[in-house]
């Protein structure tokens, strides 16, 4: 199924109005879309998960699996079953992308990287993903019938609630879900964003220190605690280190003006295109 699947995808973002800068992006940076099982790319209960720095969006087959045995008990005839779940799963490859535009447009428009997560990319994301939502509506809306819609898109009908009154609504449904309500925010201000991303910093540093110790502890042959201490690191490094990065930018305040700038300007561009397709 997944070579159908993905390349269902692909044709997908290339077709609609809402998707085609997300299929230039996908081409121009060699972007790879992989069906994976959950685990060591993609979370359990994630449907999908964008890397930048490997340069790859990871699906998780298990749900769509579940997905597809879902639509044959359905009745779906098996040759359309990985269309459809290209359609139905089309605004979650759309909301994992617009995290890698916003990524390299930061290295494009202002010529550095900040590898902190943060909340107003969340909310581009989202932004993003219900304009698609509102366009795969309104082209193949026989698709999202009650009877079927489902388990593993059960979000969007709660998506579509959010955003009927404002974005501001779409903006508080991100606010309240754990995951995001603490990442640090961009235009909250230069010491407010900044002592965030220290606090995050000293955490983590603190976190890896301690089972450094717990580590050593365990483990008194030197060479089974440094392999160890090498997997660990491998594991949590790149986290720390990107926590790192992010603070030394948003401690210059030139850089973190140009970062303040991309972001407004790319939250703008964001609602204006939602309204748009709210419009129609």
Do not use: C
């Amino acid at each position: 199924m997944s070579p159908l699947y993905l390349k269902s995808l692909v044709v997908l973002l290339s077709n609609l109005d809402t998707t085609n800068e997300h299929f230039r992006f996908v081409k121009s940076e060699d972007i790879d879309l992989k069906v994976v099982m959950p685990g060591l790319k993609v979370p359990e209960r994630t449907l999908g998960l964008y890397i930048d720095r490997e340069s790859s969006m990871y699906l998780n087959r298990a749900m769509l699996l579940k997905g597809a045995e879902e639509l044959k008990r359905k009745g779906t005839p098996t040759d359309e079953i990985p269309k459809i779940l290209a359609w139905k799963t089309l605004h979650i490859v759309v909301h994992e992308i617009r995290h890698g535009m916003n990524a390299r447009g930061i290295i494009a428009k202002k010529g550095f990287r900040f590898p902190v997560s943060y909340i107003e990319d969340e909310y581009i994301a989202f932004i993003d993903q219900m304009a698609t939502i509102h366009e795969v509506l309104l082209v193949r809306p026989e698709l999202w019938n009650i009877d079927k819609i489902l388990d593993i898109e059960k979000n969007v009908a709660i998506l579509l609630q959010a955003q009927k009154r404002s974005v501001g609504g779409l903006k508080a449904l991100v606010r309240a879900q754990p995951r995001y309500a603490k990442k640090p925010a961009v235009l909250s201000g230069q010491s407010a964003v900044l002592a965030e991303v220290r606090r995050r910093e000293d955490r983590f540093d603190g976190l890896l220190r301690k089972h450094r110790r717990e580590l050593r502890s365990k483990y008194k042959d030197s060479v089974e605690f440094e392999t160890r201490v090498k997997i660990a690191m491998k594991r949590f490094g790149p986290t720390l280190n990107d926590l790192r990065s992010g603070r030394k930018i948003l401690e210059d305040e030139k850089k973190y003006k140009a970062l303040r700038s991309f972001v407004r300007r790319e939250m703008k561009r964001a609602i204006e295109k939602l309204e748009s397709r709210r419009a129609s």
